[in-house]
Nanobody, 124 residues
Framework: VQLQASGGGLIQAGGSLRLSCAASGRTFSSAFMGWFRQAPGKEREFVAAISWSGGSTYYGNSVKGRFTISRGNAKNTVYLEMNSLKPEDTAVYYC??????????????????WGQGTLVTVSS
């Protein structure tokens, strides 16, 4: 299984970016997809997650109201629309797919598939 994340880059504070992640290599059914991020020297942090149908979404407190997660029609693709970006949003963003026990924590995805990450840098 491979997850390919894209869309990261350098952006000024207040700007917007859209991350994409596509999973391939097997057929997923009823799988959640999510985004986590990790800043230098910090632990990996939950950003957002979405259920298979898209009917349930979850957001970390630090991004609530600014970020929006969605799934593509193919269901194996997830997007993260990031608005009003702040320097503290600077991190490597990782996507994940699977069947989490708790989609809001890293430990909730113990046997799932993670992408390699895409770097987002927000300048002040």
């Amino acid at each position: 299984v491979q997850l390919q994340a894209s869309g990261g880059g350098l952006i000024q504070a207040g700007g917007s970016l859209r991350l994409s992640c596509a999973a391939s290599g097997r057929t997923f059914s009823s799988a959640f997809m999510g985004w986590f991020r990790q800043a230098p020297g910090k632990e990996r942090e939950f950003v957002a997650a979405i259920s298979w149908s898209g009917g349930s979404t979850y957001y970390g407190n630090s991004v609530k109201g600014r970020f929006t997660i969605s799934r593509g029609n193919a269901k194996n693709t997830v997007y993260l629309e990031m608005n009003s970006l702040k320097p503290e949003d600077t991190a490597v963003y990782y996507c994940v797919i699977g069947s989490p026990s708790d989609p809001t924590v890293v430990a909730g995805w113990p046997r799932d598939y993670w992408g390699q990450g895409t770097l987002v840098t927000v300048s002040s």
